[in-house]
């Protein structure tokens, strides 16, 4: 080694200083991204060296640069595909934490599922938390107290509607703490668990729900307390916001509408599969295009469905 090169700084990796997920998180943002793009101002706060950061995310083979693009190589699309699943699995335990406690009345350790969750993500959700100290400032902190947030969620959870559902209290106030559970977790994704009314012991009673699927829908099992929870939650948010006065009474059948003549269509296929019919196609799309064709198949199919639904 010459005299110079014992005095030459060692090179360092600026990525080294970064948390393996911190690592994933920056790939996967500048994958497939435009070399001429902003970096946005929450990432640059969390990566200050991020312009050596994506140079040595180049050496280290992971992206690379092509027509002006962020491109990730198969090592890249690999550490991508990782980082999204291990974000949908941790994102996954904090709706059902979240959930379970609020379903549980600890709407404060609901809270904190939340915050614990945002606190260990890369970018947190930003959101105006006031814990009793009078700032605005977004925070994810464990807290001690039921935040204000969470006390409007349970505000909001007394003025839902269930008036129509003939149930007991007990269903309903579970109802209720359910709405603050996807709340607390700040996704509109969450549907009420298909055991729900099984670990309750009560099924949903609304007569007026019964009609309306008795009069529209054709398939074989609906979801009745899915599409009775999503409606009251709808109106909800709408009287609330000012889209609409009253609630005209008419529940959300989505594609259990079956006036529509592909919701028909496909109540129909799941009505037919259910029953054996030999040759039955695996999915909708295959059966659909037998009957706009109406082929021998199809007319197989219904000839053989007949007589299945006849012996019953």
Known sequence: MGLFGFFKKPTTNSLDT??????????????????????????????????????????????????????????????????????????????????????????????????????ESVIPHGIIVNLGGGSNTPTWEVASEIPSNIDNYIGNSCKLDFSDCENSERFKEALRRFYIGIEATGSNRIDIPDDFEEKLGEKLNCPALDAQLAEKCQFPDP????????????????????????????????????????????AQYERMKTVGIEGFPKTFKTFEKHKKEDSEKYKLWMAEYSKTDLSK
């Open 223 to 266: 979801p009745k307390l899915k599409i009775y929870f999503r409606t009251k939650v709808r109106v909800f948010n709408y009287i609330s916001t000012k889209l609409i006065k009253k609630w005209d009474g008419k529940f959300d059948l989505g594609v259990y509408d079956c006036t529509s003549p592909l919701h028909a269509t496909m």
């Open 18 to 119: 970064l948390s393996e997920q911190k690592k994933m998180f920056l790939v996967n943002y500048l994958g497939d991204r435009s070399v001429t793009w902003h970096i946005d101002k929450p990432v640059k706060e969390q990566y200050p060296d991020v312009e050596q950061n994506i140079e040595d995310l180049q050496k280290a083979g992971l992206i690379m640069k092509e027509k002006g693009v962020y491109v990730l190589t198969e090592s890249g699309q690999e550490m991508r595909k990782a980082f999204r699943a291990q974000e949908r699995a941790r994102r996954k335990e904090m709706h059902q934490s979240a959930v379970d406690f609020a379903l549980s009345g600890d709407y404060l350790s609901a809270y904190n599922a939340r915050a614990k969750y945002e606190k």
